[in-house]
């Protein structure tokens, strides 16, 4: 079948059907494994073509924090920009998975600007101010001071993307990368109610939070888990409305952790195995948290009487969702399980719960932990311990030791259910370190044009819990976003910035400088020269301007973010494409048979 012709309505969908089975061939993934039958046999599926719906300059894969931060910076930046997400909004956890509370922002301005817009709408609810009586409550969770409806985050980010002209393809499953020369990703394949098809792009962005990307591309990765193959435990949150708040604090007074209500239900038969498992200090567990709730773990959002949970499956059974379907499944009957008998407890056993209803259990079952691209570089607990510094640094992290479990790190719990804080001294005080992060660790091995981000980082699972929170995941994703239009520009793939003397530190410490820029500079008007870093401030008529505020989206229309020389942030006017038919007029991509 040459290309531009089309393929019957027949064919399409049978190949579809075959090729959806998921079992891929070991030439065609590039040495991954081999899904097959208990008898070894295998299903041949012979070549094909897929229609291309969509080409992109950057084309980013998953719309969670990390993909929205990568997609919004190469959007504003100029390029013609494509994400794609298999939920039907942005966000990932931070939405679609119920984990729908924020911090403050800090210096991260592009996550500040999305919980401006959370603000600026009145969707976003203090509960330590509405409710005194959580702060240091055992039963809330260690972030859940301010939250919003996951709806509402996800209007936010929407808006956001299309005021930046990022093209949005919701509802969409990536399915399979087809890599030419082994090192260059020329499509990846997806699937929706189009069917199956291809989209195109100059540079890809791996934003899964499983390194989905890179395993299809036949990019080497390690397995999730520590040394016993255990990942951190994932969730599947809920969100309980009609709570009698003041009737619960008052029933705290006696059963802080509501343990003497666990013990009664568990005696009764109404506590299931797994439900309320006795903590567990494990590396990046906290106090706990991440053993299989020990008792419930909340936050409060606004509403009428609205509570967010924050369930975790148990740790001990190793489920490892992001890599098994098997375990994905296993791994949501039994958190639907657990959280529909937590609700039936907390009505029958614990005052303030006795017209508590289950209002929304999320789509997503939030997963912690997927596969580590191996990239040119692998951060590691030493990276931590030694303050390692990097050349092609673009972030500092401070962290702590990911091993430290000792009870000033991590307080414990007495007989009554509340927290035993330990007041470091000089000689206990656990130490923070501070160590770079460099751009070799975005790079996956073997695939020249393909970046990561968030989650994706390379890195190990020991270095990873300080990693993964949706800030540093957003950022990370406009770093991923930033490389990938330097690299388009400059006619480069992003790993060829390695490639030559300093070209890398001079290339991301432009990133740097901008990000961390906080000023106000005056412009009229902004040219860029060929490659798109610098650029040249030209004044009319003897007066000037005072640009906009970068830091929210509030640029005029048809204006976007750029660079000048010394990395500040001003405005350019845009000459983005948007919707032109040249540019999407190959009709198929082959792909080559599997054996």
Known sequence: MGIGKKISRRRFFNASAVAGTGVLAQS????????????????????????VAAEADVVVVGGGPAGFGAAMRAARSGMDTLLMERFGGPGGAATSGYMCVVGEGGTFPLHTEWVQGISDEGWLFDAWKAYPQLEGNVLVHQSGRRSFYPDDGAYVMIRMLEKANVRLLFRTLFVDAVVRDGRRIEAVIVENASGRQAIKGKVFIDATGRADVVARAGAPFQNAGDAQGLPVPFSLMYRVSGVNFEKLF??????????????????????????YRPYQYTI???????????QLNMCALRGNGEMLVWSFAPYHLGLNPAENGWD??????????LNIAEVKFLRKYVPGFEHAYLSGMAPYMALREGRHPQGEYVLTRDDILQESKFPDAVFTRTLGDPLDTSEVRMPRVNE?????????????RPRSYTCDIPYRAFLPKKIDNLLLAGECLSCTHEWFYGWRLIPWCMRSGELAGTAATLAIKRGERPKRFNGRRDTTKRTLSVYRRWYDSVGRVVVSDVRFDPDGERCARRRSSGQSLER??????VLPPGFLLGWDPGGVRVARQSHHRQGDPARERIPTVSVPARR
Request: hydrophobic fraction near 35%; include cysteine; charged fraction near 25%.
């Open 28 to 51: 065609f993934l590039g040495g991954g494994k081999v899904a097959s039958a208990a008898s070894d046999k295998r299903i041949k599926i012979p070549a094909t073509e897929i229609p």
């Open 328 to 337: 994905a499944s296993r791994g949501e009957i039994l958190m639907r399980k």
């Open 284 to 294: 990046g567990g906290g106090w706990g948290g991440y053993s299989g709730c020990p």
């Open 548 to 553: 906009p505020d970068l830091s929210h989206s």
């Open 416 to 428: 009554r259910g509340e927290l035993i804080r330990v007041k470091p001294t000089s000689e206990n």
């Open 250 to 275: 008052e029933y705290q007074r006696s059963d802080p952790a509501l343990w003497t209500a666990i013990a009664k239900a568990r005696a009764a038969g109404d506590i299931p195995e797994g439900l």
